[in-house]
């Protein structure tokens, strides 16, 4: 009859300091979550902390629909970067930190891999923030490549 399809469902939260985060759900790649970041001046999230990543994961337990969701990050690993197994990140570093890739400490907390990446010193890869069933002892997350 006309009508415009509603817009993909999102959920927002915002921390008493600092930058809101909103998840939006949408079967998209990485590049178009991130051109779609960009059009509302924002940007795909990074994670320093612990406190960080409890957010996300609460906001993203909001929004998900049943079952195990994918949700871009800004986690990507350049061309010219290699996987590294005893790094948290493995190598990965946060879009958009200091104006460009760059890498910096991650708390060993943030080191849980769903499955470790591919081994590669040439290809450009990202990552998500895979969510699964929450559990007795909250969401169960991991990065997937």
Known sequence: ???????????????????????????????????????????????????????????????????PALFWVGLKRNASACTHEEQPLRGFSWEGVGGGTAPQEVPAALGLWLQEPLQSCLTARCAGLHLLADTEDGPRWGWKE
Do not use: K
């Not at 979550?33 to 906001?59: F, I, K, N």
């Open 1 to 67: 009859l006309g009508r415009t399809p509603p817009p993909p469902r999102a959920a927002v939260r915002c921390p008493s300091a600092g930058a809101c985060f909103s998840a939006h759900l949408a079967n998209v790649s990485y590049a178009e979550a991130r051109g779609a970041c960009d059009q509302r001046r924002g940007s795909l999230a990074w994670v320093s902390g612990e406190p960080e990543l409890h957010l996300l994961l609460e906001l993203m337990a909001n929004a998900a629909v049943p079952g």
